[in-house]
């Protein structure tokens, strides 16, 4: 028998899936599953929305795919367009690939070609973030700020200065929560001073951090001071909303909440395609695509399915839906309401230290104490029991560990379908409670 190799421990066995419908899912026993986290904060319609199958059959009986150096089509012009509109004034060139982490890859390869086609060759190192992930692949695992899961390649990455989260719940040791702001505005200028100026590609950063900390929100301020920054020293600003974005947070770009500030380059997944089909993309300013070809005639990022014709009729069918059916708008008015619910539920709760999160991009943070914050032991595999238990109950949530450093602490995200009624969001609450109440936290 050949076996393939999942994501999770040797010995565990997971639920075999049988089939999905708005925001249920069930095995082939015939058990319910409430999808509280939308996969991976992935399913931003659900499952089997009627009209993205429709999308999809119907380009997959014209062709499904005319490979993208040698032909346009209507759904990768019709999705660019969109994205473009939806993305503002600033973002107009986009690159398509198939996921988050082929996108930031795209999005690092993008700074480097900009700068060295403006004769400015030198300037090839990035600053990011600790708490932070990017993704799998080496350029992306190089830039993320994740200890455990860079662990098995650190020998091998690419050098990158990382400087502080931007997390008000746990600031740096000795910095009050109202000068955060100015404190790592001020620790990035040190380390683009410090690596020279002329160095530094680019500073890259998920405006509301997910997998790695847990919808962690930046600090008010804290995305103009950056553009700032990287404009007094040329270093380029990218915005990775894999998981942030695309109406997730309330706002079509997770950093629009940041009024007047917009990034260099901008990486979307996820709720781009819904899950439907794989599908991503990098998108940025006119500047960048314009020094980029005029010197070197394209934008040298391309792999075989960028572009993907059905992927992209999946992608703009998914747009059109949120578009129409003003699921942005929702995002941000059911964000304020499972929030609300989550305080109700678990404010008095010992062992959750910090409820946060922008629109329906929510978690928990779970901590051993929590009058001083401090985390249970890795050895306890709070997230790995957090989900088992949440199986258990039929929920679907997206619980992680080495939320604080990148070894300990353990967070509960909740990114349910945009389509989630509020309904089925106390249920995941009351689901959540118990089986929070199942495991042994003391």
């Not at 695509?289 to 010197?295: E, F, R």
Request: glycine share 10%; proline share 5%.
């Amino acid at each position: 028998m050949h076996l393939w190799v999942n994501q999770h421990r040797r010995d565990q066995r997971l639920p075999r899936v049988a089939k999905g419908q708005g925001c249920e899912v069930f095995d082939e026993t015939g058990k319910r599953y409430l999808d509280g986290s939308g996969g991976p904060a992935l399913f931003s319609l659900g499952y089997s929305h009627p009209e993205v199958n429709e999308a999809i059959s119907e380009q997959m009986a014209r062709i499904q795919f005319g490979y993208s150096t040698t032909f346009t089509s209507d759904a990768i012009d019709a999705l660019a367009e969109m994205i473009a509109e939806e993305a503002g004034p600033d973002l107009k060139y986009t690159s398509f690939v198939s996921g988050g982490s082929e996108a930031v890859e795209t999005a690092l390869k993008v700074a480097l070609q900009y700068h060295a086609a403006r004769g400015d060759g030198g300037r090839t190192h990035f600053i990011a973030r600790r708490q932070s992930w990017h993704g799998y692949t080496m350029g992306a695992l190089s830039v993320s700020g994740h200890l455990a899961r860079r662990r098995p390649y650190e020998n091998v990455l690419m050098p990158v200065t990382f400087i502080s989260p931007a997390n008000e719940y746990r600031p740096p040791a000795g910095v009050e929560v109202e000068d955060l702001t100015d404190y790592l505005a001020s620790e990035l200028e040190e380390a683009i001073l410090d690596i020279g100026p002329g160095r530094v590609a680019a500073f890259i950063f998920e405006p509301v951090v997910g997998a790695a900390g847990g919808a962690v929100p930046p600090p008010p301020g804290y995305a103009q001071r950056v553009r700032e920054i990287c404009d007094r020293y040329g270093v380029l600003m990218i915005a990775d909303e894999v998981m942030c974005g695309i109406g997730r947070c309330g706002s079509w770009r997770a950093l629009a909440l940041e009024d007047g500030c917009s990034p260099d380059i901008m990486t979307i997944a996820k709720g781009l395609g819904g899950g439907f089909m794989p599908i991503g993309a990098c998108v940025y300013r006119e500047e960048i695509y314009d020094a980029i070809t005029n010197l070197y005639g394209t934008v040298a990022s391309v792999h075989t399915y960028s572009g993907h014709t059905l992927a992209c009729a999946a992608g703009l069918a998914v747009l059109k839906i949120i578009r129409r059916d003003k699921l942005v708008e929702k995002c941000r008015s059911d964000g304020l309401y499972l929030k609300n619910a989550l305080h109700q539920r678990f404010d008095q709760n010992a062992h959750v230290g910090n409820i946060r999160g922008r629109g329906l991009f929510l978690a928990l943070e779970i901590v051993q104490d929590r009058e001083n914050k401090r985390p249970f032991s890795p050895d306890r595999k709070i997230a790995d029991r957090v989900r088992a238990a949440a199986l258990e109950e039929g929920l679907i949530c997206y619980p992680s560990s080495g939320s604080v450093d990148g070894i300990n602490g353990d967070h509960v995200l909740l990114s349910p379908p945009y389509i989630v009624s509020r309904a089925e969001m106390d249920e995941m609450v009351e689901q959540l409670e118990r089986a929070l109440r199942k495991l042994d936290l003391h």
